[in-house]
């Protein structure tokens, strides 16, 4: 275990804390705006890479495949959002289960369409192969999971912190009632942000696909850790969001390194430490 | 229909249950085992969620570690197998209530969304141990148990299991329902109306809730004992979230806070999932239709059907008698 075991390794996490940023970053905005605990959150994900599957089958292009499959998965939660969620009122248990039960329906249509496979997404050429830095080979795909996640981080914070539309939602998460008072359209800031969410997780779903691969249980299989996410960053926060993905994509990575036996265990241990003594997490707000 | 009624007609059900089942095909015997063994579970659960107004996101950690001790206990040490069998439930009864005492600590401060989130983060802490821990666990492959227990009876017969567990979840029922009419179970309808009047009253809130978590993972590693003898197998499947998930699901689906509902829920769940799938390949879409609309639309439950029909017919009726019917419920 050298310097370059570290290195690699750190590397690694980070690049797999990208990846769980653009899950994260929805989750916790839905979280922090509307308070529902988002089940159906892994289902977005896998079908966006599924989507995805099927442009590039169509058309034969990557670049197409990630703003169709996004968008077409943020309609899909826009639609959730209007007709299911939001009649429900707030409640947050039958609020869950409903998330359950379209994670359930999404899994179902997923393996009829696209099968029980495991498949992968091939990212264009470019974003091949590796590179050298600092006398380290680096695969491309990696350093572009890294930077794509630092871009669309740095507009989310932009548009959050510099636009009324971000003052609108970050007056939605800290007092939805008193938001509603002033009179921002709170119902509006929902299905703006579920959309949203829909639209990252979608994104991630694609981008991750090149890299995990695409198939049936991936949903359930990265959900928790996305959570573990949001609740280490705090449930509301971007910048809990980012900060958690670099240490969830790290601890798991070391752990894995380190400590196979107990991995997981070091990834959710913290998480119930932090919920008990912090339940508002490392940057959210009472 | 009086409580009278109500254990009458339980009562009748469960007898005809005894008396049918070793008819049916081997097939359908395992499938009613299965639906009270995980009615057992839904019950457990239908004590935090439904009596105390505690949605566990992580029940699934007690059955995993009743089943995981009693494979480890099997296959290690040669332990439950004949008159032991029923140490190993002791002793599976014992670690879910520890477990439950151990993550009760964490889990009972927290309250709505915090306790879903922190009941889903010790779940998965349990599935994290049962998927990597290899040398104890068997990992992702799990562990096969050897025939099941033979004490005079021989418990691989699958028509005397079913009486067994037949057995285990009548006297689960009936203890659960002794607790919930006692003044402790009272007093736990008392903190999920209004926990803070319990407060003020004098009532140690956080005990009660501690004690019921508590309450509740004993019969979930009950339950646990009980499935990896049925199924002969243990795996990280059966602790995932998902497992979690479906047991909230039973209880909602049967009816919150009735506990027989859960039992229903279970037999609804396990004859969808283990049943039509092997009739249709679309039985998910119905298991998840019916998720969706109950939610939507049986804020009750199955259990909840009656009350309804009887509340719109007194709507109808007379306005005074839905008067009587409101201020009753409250």
């Known amino acids: 275990m050298n310097a370059q075991f570290w290195l690699i390794q750190s590397f690694n996490g980070i690049s797999y804390g990208a990846l769980l940023f653009l899950l994260a970053s929805g989750l916790t905005l839905i979280f922090g705006v509307m308070r529902i605990v988002n089940l159906a959150h892994g ?3 896998l079908l966006g890479g599924y989507v995805a599957l099927s442009v590039i089958a169509t ?12 968008l077409l998965v943020a309609m899909v939660g826009l639609v959730m ?3 299911f969620l939001r009649p429900l009122g707030f409640d947050p248990l039958r609020q869950v289960l409903l998330t359950v039960g379209f ?3 999404f899994q179902q249509a997923a393996l009829d369409i696209w099968g029980g496979d495991s498949l992968d997404i091939i990212p264009p050429d470019m974003l091949r192969g590796s590179t050298v830095i600092g006398g380290f080979h680096l695969p491309v795909y990696r350093i572009f999971m890294i930077g794509m996640a630092g871009v669309l981080g740095s507009i989310l914070w932009l548009v959050m912190e510099k636009t009324r539309a971000g003052a609108m939602i970050r007056a939605a998460v800290d007092d939805s009632e008193m938001a509603r008072g002033v009179g921002i359209d709170t119902s509006r800031v929902s299905m703006f942000i579920f959309a949203l969410g829909a639209f990252l997780a979608a994104l991630g779903g694609v981008i991750g696909g090149g890299f995990l691969g695409i198939y049936p249980g991936l949903d359930f299989e990265i959900l928790p850790v996305a959570f573990a996410v949001v609740i280490i960053g705090g449930m509301g926060s971007l910048t809990g969001a980012a900060v958690g993905s670099l240490i969830v994509g790290l601890a798991d ?4 390194a380190l400590f196979p036996e107990v991995s997981y265990f070091t990834l959710y241990a913290p998480m119930v430490l932090i919920l008990a003594v912090r339940p508002t997490g490392l940057f959210g707000r009472e | 229909m009086n409580p009278r009624g109500k254990i009458l007609t339980v009562l009748v059900v469960l007898l005809a249950l005894a008396v049918v089942t070793p008819f049916a095909s081997s097939y359908l015997i395992l499938l009613i085992t299965q639906a009270l063994v995980l009615g057992i579970l839904a019950m457990s659960l239908d004590i935090l969620l439904g009596f105390t107004g505690l949605p566990s996101l992580g029940q699934a950690a007690y059955l995993g570690m009743g089943a995981y001790l009693t494979a480890i206990l099997a296959t290690h040490y040669d332990f439950g197998l004949g008159w032991s069998f029923w140490v190993a439930i002791m002793l599976g009864i014992l670690i879910g209530a520890a477990t439950a005492a151990l993550f009760g600590l964490f889990a009972i401060r927290a309250t709505g969304v915090y306790f879903l989130m922190i009941t889903l983060a010790l779940g998965m802490c349990v599935w994290g141990l049962a998927y990597r821990w290899n040398s ?26 079913f009486y067994v567990v037949l057995g285990f979840f009548v006297a689960s029922l009936v203890m659960l329902y002794i607790l919930v009419k006692s003044p402790f179970g009272r007093s736990l309808v008392g903190i999920r109306e209004r926990e803070l009047r319990m407060r003020i009253l004098g009532y140690n809130t956080w005990l009660h809730k501690y004690i019921a978590f508590i309450i509740a993972g004993g019969f979930g590693g009950l339950a646990g004992v009980l499935w990896a003898h049925l199924s002969g197998h243990v795996s990280p499947q059966d602790v995932i979230l998902a497992t979690s998930v479906d047991a909230l699901l039973m209880v909602v689906l049967g009816g919150p806070a009735t506990l027989v509902g859960g039992a229903i829920g279970a037999g609804v769940v396990v004859f969808l999932r283990d049943y039509l799938s092997t009739v249709v390949p679309w039985w998910q879409y119905v298991l998840g239709g019916v998720y969706v609309l109950t939610i939507l639309y049986l804020p009750g439950g199955l259990m909840g059907i009656p009350e309804r029909i009887r509340r719109r017919r007194a709507l109808s009726g007379s306005p005074a008698e839905t008067k009587k019917l409101e201020s009753a419920s409250n």
């Open chain 1, 59 to 70: 058309t034969g292009s990557w670049v197409l495949a990630v703003p169709v499959a996004a």
């Open chain 1, 43 to 45: 289902a977005y994900f």
């Open chain 1, 81 to 83: 959002e209007r007709v």
């Open chain 1, 103 to 105: 994670a359930f329906l």
């Open chain 2, 136 to 161: 104890m666990t068997g990992g992702d492959n799990g562990i096969n148990l050897p025939a099941r227990p033979e004490f005079g009876i021989r418990l691989a017969d699958d028509v005397t299991y």
């Open chain 1, 253 to 256: 990575n070391f752990g894995k």
